[in-house]
T-cell receptor
Framework: GAVVSQHPSRVICKSGTSVKIECRSL??????MFWYRQFPKQSLMLMAT?????????EQGVEKDKFLINHASLTLSTLTVTSAHPEDSSFYIC????????????FGPGTRLLVL | DAKTTQPTSMDCAEGRAANLPCNHS???????VYWYRQIHSQGPQYIIH???NNETNEMASLIITEDRKSSTLILPHATLRDTAVYYC???????????FGQGTELSVKP
């Protein structure tokens, strides 16, 4: 299957700082990527849709000014958690679509964020 | 909200077949069923998908009932490495926007 990478795999930061997470499709191009968040013992929750060359669309309840998304190329989307607080500590996962109609989503390995 | 129902957890003996059911009674005729799994602290891994016919690949088999209201994922010879949470996603939203339910936590035991 297609490969998606994320960087960093884990990050620890102080409260109030900003953290950038990169999501790359290594062997395919993705006009759309998705960002999910997962808290311990819970399922994945879709945060936003990252659109290459245009603004991201956010799910209800997700603050667009706090979670900045940039999709500058067909292989890279970034999620920046601004002014991070302890409640933002979570596992962040991205996905991109590959295949004939970019239907099948392939997921990155995830980034674990811990805000102290 | 997810539109699928799966058992919360299941156990399976190593080497035996693991049969994971999913109810997706609201699916319509042209909507796919996809299965992913998530091993602890990793991103979800694509397993298989289907529309009407049964499907098989190197990882698993997917059996979809004739009325398409339910499906079963079959891992023919489960190993300890198959221990994971298995997610059935139906309908699979065109464009890739996935809504995950709680999934089934499969424990493969020696």
């Amino acid at each position: 299957g297609a490969v998606v990478s994320q960087h960093p795999s884990r990050v620890i930061c102080k409260s109030g700082t900003s953290v950038k997470i990169e999501c790359r499709s290594l062997d395919f191009q993705a006009t759309t990527m998705f960002w999910y968040r997962q808290f311990p013992k819970q399922s994945l929750m879709l945060m936003a849709t990252s659109n290459e060359g245009s603004k991201a669309t956010y799910e209800q309840g997700v603050e667009k000014d706090k979670f900045l998304i940039n999709h500058a190329s067909l292989t890279l989307s970034t999620l920046t958690v601004t002014s991070a607080h302890p409640e933002d500590s979570s596992f962040y996962i991205c996905s991109g679509g590959a295949g004939w109609y970019q239907e099948t989503q392939y997921f990155g390995p995830g980034t674990r964020l811990l805000v102290l | 909200d997810a539109k699928t129902t799966q058992p919360t957890s299941m156990d399976c003996a190593e080497g035996r077949a693991a049969n994971l059911p999913c109810n997706h009674s609201t699916i319509s005729g042209n909507e796919y069923v996809y299965w992913y799994r998530q091993i602890h602290s990793q991103g979800p891994q694509y397993i298989i998908h289907g529309l009407k016919n049964n499907e098989t690949n190197e990882m698993a088999s997917l059996i979809i009932t004739e009325d398409r209201k339910s499906s079963t994922l079959i891992l023919p010879h489960a190993t300890l490495r198959d221990t994971a949470v298995y997610y059935c996603i139906a309908p699979y939203n065109q464009g890739g926007k996935l809504i995950f339910g709680q999934g089934t936590e499969l424990s493969v035991k020696p």
